[in-house]
T-cell receptor, first 113, second 115 residues
């Protein structure tokens, strides 16, 4: 059964710092992995989708990598800004790649000015 | 504007009073799904639908029903709500043909309180 874990649960950094958020999954037979952002009281916004055939995806200051063999994905945020403060969630398809999507519990990021 | 809409956004109700939370998308997506989000438990999938008239259970389906009679709508039904269903609910959809393996578009959420 697919399980998704995110470490750390919370992170506070000064503005301008580069940072890495971690996501691990137990079933590596996945088609892809997604990273989302959630602002307080809001819905989720998709940030990056990495297909299993890719090793990384980039969007602006964000770079996500996927290593299926080790069951890990990382989200790298370069030159962090206060506007990056939010909760970041990763999600992987459930075992058997049915219609299930399994989320990690998220990392809440605070970027201090 | 392409979007997923949910109604109501906020709802306070009492135990046992049937309610429906509506979800609608205007992107012609085949895949739709419902999640609940609780502190300490994260986002958990309730039900999903791969297409019209095709629905299946997620990880926490107990106490919920869904229907998918048309592509754009995927209502969540609580026949007899209980306090443990107090939560923040999200609807999501994604384009064909990949369904869950494609980018998910989320609605704004419905905050439900069951007294």
């Amino acid at each position: 059964k697919q399980e998704v874990t995110q470490i750390p649960a919370a992170l506070s950094v000064p503005e301008g710092e580069n940072l890495v958020l971690n996501c691990s999954f137990t079933d590596s037979a996945i088609y892809n992995l997604q990273w989302f952002r959630q602002d307080p009281g809001k819905g989720l916004t998709s940030l990056l989708l990495i297909q299993s055939s890719q090793r990384e995806q980039t969007s602006g200051r964000l770079n996500a990598s996927l290593d299926k063999s080790s069951g890990r994905s990382t989200l790298y945020i370069a030159a962090s800004q206060p506007g990056d403060s939010a909760t970041y969630l990763c999600a992987a398809p459930g075992s058997g790649n049915t219609g299930k999507l399994i989320f990690g519990q998220g990392t809440t990021l605070q970027v201090k000015p | 504007e392409a979007q997923v809409t949910q109604n109501p956004r906020y709802l306070i109700t009492v135990t046992g009073k049937k309610l429906t939370v509506t979800c609608s998308q205007n992107m012609n997506h085949e895949y739709m799904s419902w999640y609940r989000q609780d502190p300490g438990l994260g986002l958990r999938q309730i039900y999903y639908s791969m297409n019209v008239e095709v629905t299946d259970k997620g990880d926490v389906p107990e106490g919920y029903k869904v229907s998918r009679k048309e592509k754009r709508n995927f209502p969540l039904i609580l026949e007899s709500p209980s306090p443990n269903q107090t939560s923040l609910y999200f609807c999501a959809s994604s384009p064909p043909p990949s369904g869950v393996t494609d980018t998910q578009y989320f609605g704004p959420g419905t905050r439900l309180t069951v007294l």
